[in-house]
């Protein structure tokens, strides 16, 4: 049983690009969650879908930013003209979606900006 | 707003000792609680986790313990090892299966 997948594990742009990081669900979850972590720093919640629906974006900044769990397909985190500061490690995690059940983690996106 | 704190923030132990970590959580309504082991580089990794309806929970060293009244909750490591040094992250879970992180503890064990 495939655990949460990320791609890609490293990603290089330079200012202005787009960056596009994928994950993929364990199998049997439909929850899907995406986190930001600086070096040294903890976790910081982003955004929360299922299923081609977005249940909570409050964690993500408002502009630049977007996320979709389209029907088929991955979950895709786009971050469009980035800056140096959106350097960081992007983990998503799923869950099956049933109330308090566990967020199992990818290895996450070290996104550089150059 | 929600909020989750963690205590220490850096624990360093000699290898055998026991190590505690402490959180406090805002939100009443928290009713599960996992604990994250994330070693350097690599993902976090649920080692425990805890619901509302018990008090205490123990898997070979580690062990939670939840305290809802006065809102906070511990891990427990006993007999320690070199290969238990990693960042801990308690969380607390809020309403719509979301859960917020508390900001880690490094703990370092001394062979």
């Known amino acids: 049983n495939a655990g949460v997948m990320q791609n890609p594990r490293h990603l290089v742009r330079r200012r202005g690009q787009e960056a596009r990081l994928r994950c993929s669900p364990m199998k049997g979850h439909s929850h899907v969650y995406w986190y930001r972590q600086l070096p040294e720093e903890g976790l910081k919640f982003m955004v929360y879908l299922q299923k081609e629906n977005i249940i909570d974006e409050s964690g993500m900044p408002k502009e630049r930013f977007s996320a979709e769990f389209p029907k088929e397909g991955p979950s895709i985190l786009r971050i469009q003209q980035v800056v140096r500061g959106d350097s960081a490690a992007y983990f998503c995690a799923s869950s099956q979606g049933d109330r308090n059940q566990p967020q199992h983690f990818g290895d996450g996106t070290r996104l550089s900006i150059l | ?111």
Not at chain 2, 18 to 25: E, F, L, P, Q
Not at chain 2, 38 to 52: A, C, H, M, Y
């Open chain 2, 1 to 111: 707003g929600e909020n989750v704190e963690q205590h220490p923030s850096t624990l360093s132990v000699q290898e055998g000792d026991s190590a505690v970590i402490k959180c406090t959580y805002s939100d009443s309504a928290s009713n599960y609680f996992p604990w994250y082991k994330q070693e350097l580089g690599k993902r976090p990794q649920l080692i425990i986790d805890i619901r509302s309806n018990v008090g205490e929970k123990k898997d070979q060293r580690i062990a939670v313990t939840l305290n809802k009244t006065a809102k906070h909750f511990s891990l427990h490591i006993t007999e320690t090892q070199p290969e238990d040094s990693a960042v801990y992250f308690c969380a607390a879970s809020l309403a719509g299966d979301k859960v917020i992180f508390g900001p880690g503890t490094s703990l370092s064990v001394i062979p």
